[in-house]
C-alpha cells in the first residue's frame, strides 16, 4: 500500500476528478430553463440529461475493463480530455440539436470519471477505512451540488448560460495537472482482449431503451412500428449481450459478477435509486424558477437543503461503516427515507412555503446519501482484486442506466401530462415547448395561474413514480448480505477471500 502522503495526493487528484464530474451535473441544473428560453425545446429538455447518461453509461464498462487492463492513468487522462472538449462544444451550441450532441460527447468522457476514480480508491485504501473516504468523496459531491447551482446561477444572471461549460476548462486542466504528479501506474501489464462486440451490443441495446421510453407516447404510438422495433432491438441486443458475455475471454461485464450477493443486490438497488433520482430531480429547479418564478442563482440558493441532507446521509453511513464495520440496514434505511421524501414532494403547489420546499428537499437528501457511500464500499469488497474495475464499473453502469431510463420516462411522463393539462388553452406562438420563465411572467394573470398549477401537477405524476421506485430500492436492499469489511487494501496479493457465492439472494 502506498505510503500515507502519496496515498492522500492520489485521493486528491481523485476527488478533483469527481468535482469536475460532479460540477458538471450540478451546474447545468439550474440553467436548464434558460437555456430552452434560448433555444426552445422545453419537450427535450431531458434529453440535455439523457445524452450525457446515456454516453456515460455506454462506455462506462468499457473504460473499467480498460484501465484494469492498460493502466487507470492513461485511461484516466483521456476520459478527461474527451471530457473537455464536449464542453467545449456545448457552450459553442446555437440549437438543442447540438447541445444534446455535445452532452454526449461530455459523456464519453465523463463516464471514465466515475468508474476509474472510484476503482483508483479500491487501489490504495482498505476496504474497512473506505466507507470513510467513499462518504468524504460524497461530500465532494455534495459540495459540487452547492457551488454547482450557484455558479450556474451566477453565469446565466451575469454572463450567460454558455459558461456553465466553459468553466469546467480550467477545472479541467487543473485536474488533470494534479492526476498526472500524484498518480504513479504501477508498470504492471497482461494480456487482453478487449470485448468490443459485447461493448457495442450494451450501447445498441442501451439506446434502443433510452429511445423506446424517450418517445413512447409522446411521438410515436406504443403499438407503431417504430416503436416495436426499438423493442424488438433492445430484446435482441440484450439476449446477444449476455451470450457474448458468457463466452468472451475479456468480457465487458462479465456475468460472474451476479453471483455475489453484494454486486447483485446494490447494482438493482443503484438501478432504481438512479432512476428515481436522476429522473425526479431533474425538474426541481424547473419548479423552482418556473413556477416560485425564482432566479437561477436563488434556485441554486434553494437546492442547498437537499445537498446537506446528501451529506448528512453519505457522511454519516460511512463513519457508521467504518467504526462498526457493518453496513446491510443502511442502504434499506436510506431508501425508506426517500420514499418519504418523494412522497412529500407531490405534495408541492404553486404557493407551498418555502420552508417546506426546503425541508422536503432535505429529506429527498437524507435519503440518497447511503447508496452513494455503501454500495461501491460493499461491492469492492466482495469481489476479487482482477475484477474490481469491472465490479466498479459495473455498478456504475447499471446505476448510470437506471438515471438514463429515468430521465426519459419521467420527461415524457412530465411533457404528456403537461400537454393534456394545456390542451385547449390559449398559448402563446412556440407552445409549450418554448414555455420560459419569461414567457410565463409576460402571461396575464388569470393564464399565468393555470400555466402555472399545471406545471405543479404535472409533477406530481414524476415525484410519485420516483416514490414507487424508491420502494423498490427498498425491498431489493432487504436481500443485502453482509461481508465483513477487510482492515487492508488489495495491493498486489492474489485476493483468496471473496468467493463467488451461489446466489444473490439473502
Do not use: C
Not at 413512447?216 to 422495433?229: A, D, F, H, N, V
Amino acid at each position: 500500500m502506498p505510503e500515507a502522503s502519496s496515498t492522500r495526493l492520489i485521493l486528491a487528484s481523485v476527488a478533483g476528478m469527481l468535482l469536475l464530474a460532479a460540477l458538471d451535473q450540478t451546474i447545468v441544473s439550474t440553467a436548464l430553463p434558460t437555456i430552452v428560453a434560448d433555444l426552445g425545446g422545453l419537450d427535450r429538455l431531458s434529453w440535455v440529461v439523457t445524452a450525457y447518461l446515456l454516453s456515460s453509461t455506454v462506455v462506462g464498462p468499457l473504460y473499467g475493463k480498460l484501465g484494469d487492463l492498460y493502466g487507470r492513468k492513461i485511461m484516466m487522462q483521456l476520459s478527461v480530455s474527451i471530457f473537455l472538449i464536449g464542453s467545449a462544444l456545448a457552450g459553442l451550441s446555437g440549437s438543442m440539436p447540438f447541445l444534446i450532441a455535445s452532452r454526449a460527447i461530455q459523456g464519453l468522457g465523463g463516464g471514465g470519471l466515475f468508474v476509474l476514480a472510484l476503482t483508483v480508491v479500491g487501489d490504495v485504501v482498505a476496504p474497512r477505512e473506505r466507507g470513510k473516504i467513499q462518504g468524504i468523496f460524497a461530500g465532494v459531491f455534495g459540495m459540487a451540488s452547492v457551488i454547482g447551482p450557484l455558479l450556474g446561477g451566477f453565469f446565466v444572471d451575469n454572463l450567460s448560460w454558455r459558461w456553465i461549460f466553459y468553466v469546467n476548462l480550467p477545472v479541467g486542466l487543473a485536474a488533470l495537472a494534479i492526476f498526472a504528479t500524484a498518480f504513479r501506474p504501477t508498470g504492471r501489464r497482461i494480456s487482453h482482449r478487449v470485448d468490443y462486440a459485447g461493448a457495442a451490443l450494451l450501447a445498441t441495446a442501451l439506446s434502443a431503451i433510452v429511445l423506446y421510453s424517450s418517445l413512447s407516447g409522446q411521438s410515436y404510438e406504443l403499438t407503431s412500428p417504430t416503436m416495436l422495433s426499438l423493442a424488438a432491438v433492445a430484446v435482441v441486443a440484450l439476449a446477444g449481450f449476455v451470450f457474448v458475455e458468457l463466452r468472451a475471454k475479456e468480457p465487458v461485464l462479465p456475468m460472474q459478477l451476479f453471483t455475489y450477493n453484494n454486486f447483485a443486490v446494490m447494482g438493482t438497488v443503484g438501478f432504481v435509486i438512479g432512476a428515481a433520482m436522476f429522473g425526479a430531480l431533474t425538474f426541481l429547479p424547473f419548479y423552482l424558477q418556473a413556477v416560485k418564478g425564482v432566479s437561477p442563482t436563488v434556485s441554486g440558493l434553494q437546492l442547498i437543503p437537499m445537498t446537506l441532507g446528501i451529506l448528512v446521509g453519505s457522511i454519516g453511513s460511512g463513519q457508521v461503516m467504518s467504526r462498526t464495520g457493518h453496513y446491510r440496514w443502511l442502504p434499506a434505511l436510506g431508501a425508506a427515507v426517500l420514499v418519504a421524501g418523494f412522497l412529500l414532494l407531490t405534495r408541492l403547489e404553486p404557493d407551498t412555503d418555502d420552508w417546506l420546499v426546503a425541508a422536503y428537499m432535505f429529506v429527498v437528501g437524507l435519503g440518497m446519501g447511503p447508496s452513494m457511500s455503501v454500495g461501491m464500499t460493499s461491492i469492492q469488497n466482495a469481489v476479487p482484486r482482477e475484477m474490481m474495475g469491472v465490479g466498479t464499473a459495473g455498478f456504475t453502469t447499471l446505476r448510470q442506466i437506471g438515471g438514463s431510463v429515468g430521465v426519459a420516462l419521467f420527461g415524457t411522463l412530465f411533457t404528456n401530462t403537461l400537454a393534456a393539462k394545456f390542451e385547449g388553452m390559449p398559448m402563446p406562438s412556440g407552445g409549450i415547448r418554448s414555455l420560459g420563465t419569461e414567457m410565463i411572467g409576460r402571461m396575464p394573470a388569470p393564464i399565468r395561474e393555470k400555466v402555472l398549477n399545471g406545471i405543479t401537477d404535472a409533477l406530481h405524476p414524476v415525484f410519485a413514480a420516483a416514490a414507487a421506485l424508491a420502494a423498490v430500492a427498498f425491498l431489493a436492499s432487504l436481500l443485502l448480505k453482509e461481508i465483513e469489511l477487510r482492515k487492508t487494501a488489495r495491493a498486489d496479493e492474489a485476493e483468496a477471500e471473496a468467493e463467488p457465492e451461489t446466489g444473490a439472494g439473502a
